[in-house]
Antibody, heavy 117, light 106 residues
Framework: QAQLVESGGGLVKPGGSLRLSCATSGFTFIDHYMTWIRQAPGKGLEWISHISSSGSSTFYADSVKGRLTISRDNTENSLFLQMNSLRAEDTAVYYC??????????WGQGTQVTVSS | EIVLTQSPDTLSLSPGERATLSCRASQSVSYRYLAWYQQKPGQAPRLLIFGASIRADGIPDRFSGSGSETDFTLTINRLEPEDFAVYYC?????????FGQGTKLE
């Protein structure tokens, strides 16, 4: 059964860094683009980044451009999100998700990131 | 950017009733690339409908989607207790991909 499991979230001070990981299993990872979606407290969903199956092409929302970096390791079937210069407004649950074409067809359970002094 | 506006924000119904949720786009959604997700507290969203009207695997046939261009609808017939959740529409036909703000079905 296909599965996505995020880790690496936590409490960090403004200006700090975190690295999120997403371990995948049950499907052929290299066949899929992958994305990170976040949900701030009491808010809706925001598509913040995606990466092509080879890792050669990436996209970032304006709200995170220059501060977050998406990457993947196709030998380890894993997705990553390096988060630098974190701000209070980055506080959210971060979901790893699988793309089928441009459709999100599978979500992880999410990892909480809290940016606070 | 395509802005998706869902209505109503909250829908109060009882089990057995029919729910009608609306999603309006600020521009035409390409190829009818409109999806609906269900999210329960503390859980990840679950794909219900894609391509505006195609049910995802394992989704009961009481869930149906319709619409095109800028107006889309999710209908849930004969509400079951497990259907009470937040529902999001999502367009994946244009970049940036965007979501509606959600409708809470209570």
């Amino acid at each position: 059964q296909a599965q996505l499991v995020e880790s690496g979230g936590g409490l960090v001070k403004p200006g700090g860094s975190l690295r999120l990981s997403c371990a995948t299993s049950g499907f052929t990872f290299i066949d899929h683009y992958m994305t990170w979606i976040r949900q701030a407290p009491g808010k809706g969903l925001e598509w913040i980044s995606h990466i092509s199956s080879s890792g050669s092409s990436t996209f970032y929302a304006d709200s995170v451009k220059g501060r977050l970096t998406i990457s993947r390791d196709n030998t380890e079937n894993s997705l990553f999100l390096q988060m630098n210069s974190l701000r209070a407004e980055d506080t959210a649950v971060y979901y790893c998700a699988r793309l089928r074409g441009w459709l999100i067809d599978l979500w992880g359970q999410g990892t909480q990131v809290t940016v606070s002094s | 950017e395509i802005v998706l506006t869902q209505s109503p924000d909250t829908l109060s119904l009882s089990p057995g009733e029919r729910a009608t949720l609306s999603c309006r786009a600020s521009q035409s959604v390409s190829y009818r690339y409109l999806a609906w997700y269900q999210q329960k507290p503390g859980q990840a969203p679950r794909l219900l409908i894609f391509g505006a009207s195609i049910r995802a695997d394992g989704i009961p046939d009481r869930f149906s989607g319709s619409g095109s261009e800028t107006d889309f609808t999710l209908t849930i017939n004969r509400l079951e207790p497990e259907d009470f959740a937040v529902y999001y529409c999502h367009q994946y036909g244009s970049s940036p991909r965007t979501f509606g703000q959600g409708t809470k079905l209570e």
